[in-house]
């Protein structure tokens, strides 16, 4: 699961960048808080990279895929990126359990395959 929810916040880093690149083009808003709240996103992403198999670590990434949507105020297309990857997350998070399951039930059957090869020598 962690190889494929950090694919997903990576690809993120990089959508938070255009969008702020985007959003600077709003006379509304100063570049110091589009690139603060942008960098403060994107340094999430990244460190939640880390934290995806810890307790609340997909909560967290769920919290940022809202967010991501609710940038959708300032970008509109954000509307559309947003739900993207939050569809990419759940992906991420369900795709990926299930493929620990089946390393695990995999681990467990080579174990149980190699216990009976030790006691057959």
Do not use: N
């Not at 959708?72 to 493929?99: E, Y």
């Amino acid at each position: 699961m962690r190889m494929l929810c950090s694919s997903t916040l990576i690809g993120e880093v990089f959508i938070i960048g255009f969008a702020g690149l985007v959003a600077m083009k709003d006379p509304d808003l100063t570049t110091s808080t589009v690139w603060t709240v942008s960098g403060i996103a994107m340094v999430l992403c990244v460190l939640l990279c880390g934290m995806v198999t810890r307790p609340g670590g997909v909560a967290l990434g769920w919290a940022l895929q809202i967010a991501l949507i609710a940038s959708g105020f300032v970008v509109p297309t954000m509307f559309i990126l947003g739900v993207m990857f939050a569809a990419l997350w759940w992906a991420s998070v369900h795709f990926g359990r299930k493929i620990d399951e089946a390393k695990a039930r995999f681990a467990a059957q080579a174990g149980q395959a190699g216990a009976a090869g030790a006691d057959a020598a």
